[in-house]
């Protein structure tokens, strides 16, 4: 008998583990921060990275996500602020179709011109690459330009 409940113990043990190998969540990451759902065109030369951030900063703007708009900013001057004025300038825009033109220009930085289907203005996004871990940063300094 003992024989037995050690048998099922292990069993037991063995269909635990593969439940917990079946709840692990494999969604690919630009399904969970919204990125997937973008409806937005590019044109230029965008490295991954740069086109990572500017998808994120757009689904942040969608959402009215003023504070995670903030997070992603490189200088973090005034970065609540202007993302709070980028939400309420550019939240009902953002719903819609949009290009993002990366713009050649030195290594360092980035610049990006996003046009929104309907709009005449512009967002202007000039990220800024951090070079002690590789990685951008919007440039929180700078606002929007009307044409």
């Not at 079946?22 to 937005?40: E, I, N, R, S």
């Not at 997070?71 to 602020?81: F, R, T, V």
Request: glycine share 8%; net charge negative; aromatic share 8%.
């Amino acid at each position: 008998m003992r024989r037995a409940r050690r048998t099922g113990t292990g069993l037991a043990v063995a269909a635990a583990l593969l439940l917990a190998g079946c709840t692990t969540d494999h969604t690919p990451p630009y399904v969970k921060d919204g990125t997937a759902d973008l409806d937005l065109s590019v044109t230029g030369r965008p490295v991954p990275k740069t086109l990572a951030l500017v998808e994120k900063a757009l689904v942040r703007i969608q959402r009215g996500d003023a504070k995670g708009l903030a997070k992603l900013s490189y200088d973090g001057e005034n970065a609540e602020e202007t993302a709070r004025e980028w939400v309420d300038k550019w939240r009902d825009a953002a719903q819609r179709p949009a290009v993002a033109e990366f713009l050649v220009s030195p290594k360092k930085y980035v610049d990006v011109v996003v046009r929104f289907e309907g709009s005449k203005d512009r967002l202007q996004l000039t990220l800024q690459e951090d070079t002690d871990d590789w990685s951008y940063g919007v440039v929180t300094r700078e606002g929007f330009y009307d044409e």
